[in-house]
């Protein structure tokens, strides 16, 4: 090899070691790196599917903070409390996350936030309402409220404007959501009546299950004036469907979980006067943010939005004002200022983070009419 051609592989290889030893091309070390971890697979693929509509427009709209970009990376948790630690630790470790969203599925948001507890990594939960997700963690927050009060909620929405004097519980044993949505539910009816003894049956089922003819029969017999079946969207149309096939005409009562498509379309009539509590209506003036972003989602998705799409938007938002207000993309100065937010005009309401990280905000009553799930009304904490 000629002198000439070994001076200029000699160069190449300087020039090459001189780019390694800077680190990353200009551009991607001023990127801020924000998280998230949703079901795009499994059981709750519909819900995560919903919440990230949400948190993509958010990031159309605010794609910057601190004058640097924001680099959105989607890990899908599979609908799985064990894929949803793994999603956490992949968004820390090789992604670079300084902050994370997620997850649809208090279970999954629990597993999770084990993980970025430990690294000292903060997390803003959409929509996981269970007590669990936060207590005790020092990183985890959300843009939701809790499962205390929805299950209030609807109890008092049953006694006091539905005349419901006696009720049969139907929980999901699988899911830390369903069963303490139930347990708060009833509690609250009781002390609401007055009278244990109109919990008239408290059954079971387990996540998947295709078939509730026996709990049915069970629950029946009892003659309830309501079912409250606080479980996922799927579950909750079966049970629906195969409820009024058996001829029950009382009331079905769900929570936020069944607020998506695919309870319309697999229960089909029988999820015709279905009453859920919920965080969001298109129809509700929850702060002065709630109806430009319809119009916004609108344009982009040419439908209106789902709760679960406002919560993932205003996770989002959650996230990008508490590093705006950190000043950095440390996180645990970003940790930091999300436990100070206050008053924050979110699109579901105006949000206040108490000293357990969870959102203090009012609730929406919606009704399945006409294929559509209806506002009904707003109930304040």
Not at 32 to 42: A, D, L
Request: with cysteine; net charge negative; hydrophobic share 45%.
């Amino acid at each position: 090899m000629s002198r000439k051609k070994v001076l200029l592989v000699w160069l190449s290889l300087s020039l090459l070691l001189s780019l390694v030893a800077a680190g990353p091309v200009a551009g991607q070390e001023d990127e801020i790196v924000i998280g998230v971890y949703e079901p795009m697979t499994g059981a709750q693929a519909a819900g995560g599917e919903l919440t990230m509509q949400g948190v993509y427009l958010a990031h159309e709209v605010r794609p910057e903070v601190l004058g640097r970009p924001i680099r959105l990376v989607l890990v899908d948790n599979r609908s799985d409390k064990a894929e949803s630690a793994t999603a956490v630790q992949r968004l820390i470790e090789q992604e670079g996350a300084v902050a994370i969203i997620g997850s649809y599925g208090s279970s999954n948001s629990m597993a999770g936030g084990e993980v970025a507890e430990r690294a000292g990594v903060p997390v803003m939960g959409c929509s996981p309402t269970n007590p669990l997700v936060t207590e005790g963690k020092d990183y985890y927050f959300r843009a939701c409220f809790i499962d205390p009060f929805q299950g209030r909620v609807m109890a008092k929405y049953a006694v006091e404007e539905l005349g419901v004097e006696k009720v049969a519980i139907i929980q999901d044993v699988a899911q830390d959501y369903s069963v303490g949505l139930a347990a708060f539910f009833r509690e609250a009816f009781i002390e609401l009546t007055g009278d244990a003894k109109g919990i008239v049956a408290f059954t079971a089922y387990q996540t998947g299950d295709q078939d509730f003819t026996a709990q049915l029969a069970s629950v029946m017999a009892k003659n309830p004036d309501a079912i409250y079946a606080p479980g996922y969207f799927g579950d909750g149309a079966l049970l629906a469907r195969q409820a009024r096939e058996m001829g029950y005409q009382g009331y079905i009562l769900g929570a936020d979980a069944w607020e998506a498509p695919e309870l319309i379309e697999i229960g089909g009539s029988a999820a015709e006067g279905i009453l859920i509590t919920s965080h969001y209506h298109p129809e509700a003036e929850l702060s002065p943010a709630s109806q430009p972003f319809v119009e916004l989602f609108m344009e982009k998705y040419g439908e209106r939005p789902s709760a679960f799409a406002a919560l993932g938007y205003d996770a989002y938002m959650l996230v990008v004002d508490a590093i705006e207000r950190a000043g950095t993309d440390d996180p645990k100065a970003i940790r930091d200022a999300m436990a100070e937010t206050e008053n924050f005009e979110a699109v579901t309401g105006t949000i206040t983070l108490d000293k357990n990280g969870d959102a203090v905000k009012d609730a929406v009553i919606l009704k399945v009419e006409d294929g559509e799930f209806k506002y009904v009304g707003t109930v304040k904490p």
